[in-house]
């Protein structure tokens, strides 16, 4: 009897063991709630999978997969940042213990790893519907227990490797567990994806797009989110995994000591940007065998695709069509000259709690434009832009070309380009805009005509070189009537002028050239902004005149539009507007500045027009 109860008390000792997971060692690992203590979970850290067990009956997992939809149609290719979900699908080889439980008694132990921290899924029954899940809920699949799908949502400020881990004492319904603590070979990177842009030059200032030719020089910039280790090497255990994708095939590149020359990197290598441990020079040459193939950077342990660059190349003999994107292009020859005209087409990005205008950086092709030259043995040849808004001058040898953009509703613009500089105005000054397009060579930026009532403002008044009127719709539905940003101005005159008059229309676009105006006397070569107007001698002197009015004479009606919490260049712009508009589109009655604000009426007199 003693023995019976001896083996009784064994037997309920190991089926505990067996349901709470007992021998999994002593690690803390963390549920979506609590901590709950498990044992040291001794696991490699890249564990391939399983492969089947010498005994057939011994469970194992078959497979493990990443999706981004709970029907498990669109593999997770690349980086998942904060919000996406994913869907993890885990299929074993034999029907699995299924208990549904949010605590340890959860079988099978399925866990997502992010680093080296483990966090256990909650299961849930079958009839869980999978666009239902919570975070950190797994099911079966199907009707039976040998496929599992389980869900993570990114959260925010969330960075690392996420891998699907297995624990070693799930169970199949016979009983046996699984032949060994499983941890998926592959991870999904979380967190923003590094930043990656492209350039023709080693000092970083000539942006790369469009039409490459074999031989040249592509340098890659690759900027992460943190700090990444460091592996100087020539093998793959090179830190970080930098690769350039050249059509169907992959080079990683081999990283160099932060010390090296950038100018002294060979094709295929890369090296940490100046002092920092979270930004990357990389290098690249163009050969032969790469003729007309898709070149782009990824960075990490996935195909984190950067900004894509699409490169067409050409040979010396070639004078064909080929598909570029989603159209067709011509590619020059050798002794061609040939370049894209293109418009500003601004978006906004979230940036400290606000919408930000980008204004220069992104552009539209203009198709149908005249492109003429205006100087030299072959002035007055003339070609159209085709539909990507590329130009080809045929058989032009020479270094730089003079030329005149015309199209109807834009206004013309004269610059001169060159075959390796940047595009510049008559004057040949280059435009220092922040990531101009027309850094790089051969591409030309213009803009929307501007309204004729507008026309005396920009011949009597200073403002930024190469300003550029573009007419954005919709701009009332995020409740700005335009903006200024990076010598471009922004406004929405139709619905602007639908809803409050054409005179306010005109008075927004004056607004947004006195932000223009600003801009030049703090940074005459647009490399700034208009910040720093107020400690101008012209912005010292508006302040005061603005203190005398509201003391003389109170604020004035759009004073009250615009709180004292208001930056004063904005107090500025208004002044500017109402002021030029006198005697164009409004009378004085219409405004009575003169009255209403006499001290500001008297520094618009002195300030505003040109010396």
Not at 63 to 76: I, Q, R
Not at 209 to 214: A, M
Not at 336 to 345: M, Q, W
Not at 450 to 475: A, K, M
Request: aromatic share 12%; hydrophobic share 35%.
């Amino acid at each position: 009897m003693k023995y019976f109860k001896a083996a009784a008390i064994l037997m309920v000792l190991l089926i505990t063991a067996a349901f709470i997971g007992c021998g999994e060692t002593e690690e803390t690992v963390e549920t979506n709630e609590n901590p709950v203590t498990m044992g040291s979970l001794k696991w490699q850290e890249e564990v391939p999978a399983a492969p089947q067990a010498p005994d057939a009956t011994v469970p194992y997992v078959k497979s493990v997969e990443y999706f981004s939809d709970w029907k498990l149609t669109k593999p997770l290719i690349g980086r998942a940042t904060h919000g996406i979900t994913i869907y993890t699908k885990v299929v074993f080889s034999k029907p699995m213990r299924h208990f549904v439980a949010d605590d340890k008694s959860v079988r099978p132990i399925l866990y997502y790893k992010i680093d080296k921290k483990l966090v256990r899924y909650r299961m849930a029954a079958h009839g869980a519907r999978g666009e239902d899940f919570a975070s950190g809920d797994a099911k079966p699949l199907h009707g039976g227990t040998d496929d599992y799908i389980c869900k993570y949502v990114v959260p925010a400020d969330v960075t690392g490797a996420f891998t699907l881990a297995v624990g070693k004492f799930s169970l199949d319904i016979s009983g046996k567990k699984l032949a060994a603590f499983y941890t998926h070979s592959r991870s999904v990177l979380l967190g923003k994806p590094p930043k990656i842009s492209y350039y023709r030059d080693s000092n970083l200032t000539i942006p790369l797009t469009g039409l490459v030719e074999v031989g040249s020089t592509i340098y890659g910039k690759v900027v992460f989110s943190g700090k990444v280790p460091i592996v100087v090497g020539d093998t793959p255990d090179a830190r970080p995994l930098i690769f350039f994708h050249v059509g169907p095939k992959n080079l990683q590149c081999r990283i160099k000591p932060r010390r090296m020359r950038i100018e002294n990197l060979q094709s295929g290598e890369a090296k940490p940007y100046k002092n920092t441990n979270n930004s990357f020079i990389c290098k690249y040459v163009v050969r032969t065998t790469d003729l007309k193939k898709t070149v782009f950077i990824y960075a990490g342990k996935e195909a984190v695709v950067g900004d894509s660059l699409i490169v067409v190349f050409f040979t010396p003999t070639s004078d064909e069509s080929v598909e570029h994107g989603k159209g067709t292009v011509v590619i020059p020859g050798p002794r061609d000259f040939a370049g894209l005209v293109c418009v500003p087409s601004p978006k906004t990005e979230f940036h400290y709690g606000k919408d930000i205008w980008l204004g220069r950086k992104y552009t539209q092709p203009v198709p149908d434009a005249s492109v003429t030259i205006m100087s030299g043995p072959r002035r007055g040849e003339r070609v159209q832009t085709n539909r990507h808004g590329q130009y080809i001058f045929r058989n032009f040898r020479e270094d730089e070309m003079h030329l005149l953009v015309e199209k109807e509703f834009f206004e013309p613009k004269e610059v001169f380009v060159y075959r390796s500089h940047p595009t510049t105005l008559p004057d040949r000054k280059v435009m220092n805009f922040y990531e101009d397009p027309q850094k790089n060579p051969g591409t030309i930026l213009i803009g929307q005509a501007w309204p004729e009532e507008i026309r005396p403002i920009l011949q009597h008044t200073s403002v930024i070189s190469d300003l550029l009127y573009v007419e954005l719709p919709s701009l009332l539905s995020k409740n700005r009537r335009g903006f200024y940003v990076s010598g471009v101005i922004g406004v929405d005159s139709n619905n602007v002028g639908a809803a409050f008059g054409v005179n306010i229309a005109l008075n927004t676009i004056a607004h947004e050239i006195a932000h223009a105006h600003q801009h030049v006397l703090v940074s005459p070569d647009g490399s700034g902004g208009s910040k720093g107007w107020s400690d101008t001698l012209e912005g010292r002197a508006y302040i005061q005149a603005q203190k005398k009015d509201w003391k003389e004479v109170g604020k004035s009606y759009y004073d009250i539009h615009l709180p004292d919490y208001v930056p004063i260049r904005e107090n500025m712009a208004e002044t500017f507007a109402y002021w030029w508009s006198m005697g164009r589109w409004a009378g004085k009655s219409d405004y009575q500045l003169e009255t209403t604000a006499p001290n500001r009426f008297k520094w618009a007199e002195m300030w505003l027009k040109k010396r």
